[in-house]
């Protein structure tokens, strides 16, 4: 059975102090592993794919890296707007491209 | 990125009542989108998966006769709650899959049963 486990389930972050979060799965077949960002109430925002071990993708201050069995964010000199859920999910290949998510990691990021 | 809304945002509807949700895809047309339910505190639970000019694919435990989908065409797909309970009271989200099999999501419908 496919499993998405992210960790730490919530993290407090000084201004500028830089992190990873991380996201363990176990699936059949990898389609692709996606990254969203979910503020309270709304629903969630796309941020990343990676389809293939090594991939490493770019945003602002965040940056995605995949292996094979986790993929982290890390998120550079973090600020205050950048508080909010983030949430991993895999397609796997047997899907039909639907998505099975973790429980997210809250991240608070203080002044 | 792609744009995806629904609408209404917040709908409060008394008990035996049904509520309709739209989820459109404003620049792209999408043959597949996907309803998602998400209780406080916790992730997103695949519902369903909705195909155009087909009948929807429903996740074990899912009601399908409950939560009616219905996929019209490439740009709306609709969620009815038939006979809506306090139990179905939750934020259902939906996304649309792109052509590049990326999923882009709207921002969510709070129901609320009274």
């Known amino acids: 059975e496919d499993q998405v486990t992210q960790s730490p389930e919530a993290l407090r972050l000084q201004e500028g102090e830089s992190s990873s979060l991380n996201c363990s799965y176990t699936?059949?077949?990898?389609?692709?592993l996606f990254w969203y960002r979910q503020d309270p109430g709304k629903g969630p925002e796309f941020l990343f794919t990676l389809y293939s071990a090594g991939e490493e993708k770019e945003k602002e201050r965040l940056k995605a890296t995949l292996t094979k069995k986790e993929s982290f964010l890390h998120i550079t000199a973090p600020k205050p707007e950048d508080s909010a859920t983030y949430l991993c999910?895999?397609?796997?290949?047997?899907?039909?491209?639907?998505?099975?998510f973790g429980k997210g990691t809250s991240l608070l990021v203080t002044p | 990125g792609a744009v995806v809304s629904q609408h209404p945002s917040w709908v409060i509807c008394k008990s035996g009542t049904s509520v309709k949700i739209e989820c459109r895809s404003l620049d792209f047309q999408a043959t597949t989108m996907f309803w998602y339910r998400q209780f406080p505190k916790q992730s997103l639970m695949l519902m369903a998966t909705s195909n155009e000019g087909s009948k929807a694919t429903y996740e074990q435990g899912v009601e399908k006769d409950k939560f009616l989908i219905n996929h019209a065409s490439l740009t709306l797909s609709t969620l009815t709650v038939t006979s809506a309970h306090p139990e179905d009271s939750s934020f259902y989200i939906c996304?649309?899959?792109?052509?590049?099999?990326?999923?882009?999501f709207g921002p969510g419908t709070r129901l609320t049963v009274t």
């Open positions: 999910a895999v397609q796997a290949s047997n899907s039909g491209y639907a998505l099975n």
């Open positions: 996304s649309a899959l792109t052509g590049n099999y990326e999923q882009y």
């Open positions: 699936v059949s077949g990898l389609r692709g």
